[in-house]
Nanobody, 120 residues
């Protein structure tokens, strides 16, 4: 069974920082790991993606403030969020690309999300 679980969300004041973690299990042959977010009434949007080799790209609104990293042996990715703004308030989701044990094709697996609230 594949499990993807985010942690580290919470309430923070504007200008503060949070570090989200996302740990996966039950998969191998990892590919990209991504972070997405969804605010009430809005569509889920991509925050950033990191490749297996550690190359990360970000959406413009978080460039220079957010940093994605990963630990491949632990099948874990991290989202360091600095200089947080109220508009960063959202549920943050992790997306992991890999092959489920017993299967052969690479798929994307989602976590349940973690709430981040930034107060002004």
């Amino acid at each position: 069974q594949v499990q993807v679980m985010e942690s580290g969300g919470g309430l923070v004041q504007a200008g503060g920082s949070l570090r989200l973690s996302c740990a996966a299990s039950g998969i191998f042959s990892l590919g990209d790991m991504g972070w997405y977010r969804q605010s009430p009434g809005k569509q889920r949007e991509l925050v950033g993606v990191i490749t297996f080799n550690g190359s990360a790209t970000y959406t413009d609104s978080v460039k220079g403030r957010f940093t994605i990293s990963r630990d491949n042996p632990k099948i874990t990715t991290y989202l360091q969020m600095n200089s947080l703004k109220p508009e960063d308030t959202a549920i943050y989701y992790c997306n992991v690309q890999g092959i489920r044990y017993g299967e052969y094709d690479q798929k994307f697996y989602w976590g349940q999300g973690t709430q981040v609230t930034v107060s002004s």
